[in-house]
Structure formats: structure tokens, C-alpha cells
């Protein structure tokens, strides 16, 4: 299979438009979801009857979210008391 990635705008800044964080949420949702079907139809188009979705998907999100990894790793594995109380506040409200 060959490797799909296609190159889209950066997502917006959050902005007066764009402050409400579900919005945000869907949006790069949608536009991941997108480029997921873009890279099943280049495979389609391509002859590929063994198309593997999970490569595909890996592509896609890796690339989307490239821009957050160091926050990402941050939030996960920081010992700074601040973000582990974090951590477990939400891990509380996820349990509940």
C-alpha cells in the first residue's frame, strides 16, 4: 500500500468564532474524517483491492496531531503537581 498523506490548512486559531472548544473538537474530527476517505478513495483509484484502514487512520492522525505532541507528553507525563492534580480530577470525572 502506498503511503497517503495530504496536506490540509492548519487548523484555525480559536478566535470569537471559534471559542466554544466542542466546536474545535468537531471540526478537526470532521477534517480527520475527511482526509480518512480521501485516502480510501486514492486506494480505490489505485486498483488496491486490500485496502488497510488502520495505516491509513495512523497516517492521518499522526499527522493532525504532529503539531500538539509536545503537549500531549506534557499533560500525560509531567510530574508538575499542577497537571497531575489535573490528571486525576479528570480521571475522577471520567469514573463518575
Given amino acids: 500500500m502506498r503511503h ?7 487548523a484555525p486559531e480559536p478566535g470569537p ?3 466554544n472548544e466542542e466546536t474545535v473538537i468537531s471540526e478537526t474530527c470532521l477534517r480527520i474524517f475527511d482526509r480518512v476517505m ?11 483491492q486490500d485496502i488497510d ?7 492521518v492522525l ?10 500531549l507528553a ?8 499542577t497537571i497531575k492534580k489535573e490528571r486525576r480530577e479528570l480521571s475522577r470525572r471520567r469514573r463518575d
Fill in 53 to 59: 484502514f488502520r495505516s491509513i487512520y495512523s497516517n
Fill in 74 to 81: 506534557y499533560q500525560l507525563y509531567s510530574e508538575d503537581p
Fill in 17 to 19: 468564532f471559534f471559542e
Fill in 62 to 71: 499522526q499527522d493532525e496531531l504532529k503539531p500538539y505532541a509536545f503537549s
Fill in 38 to 48: 480521501e485516502g480510501v478513495r486514492a486506494e480505490v483509484e489505485a486498483g488496491n
Fill in 4 to 10: 497517503f498523506k495530504r496536506k490540509y490548512p492548519p
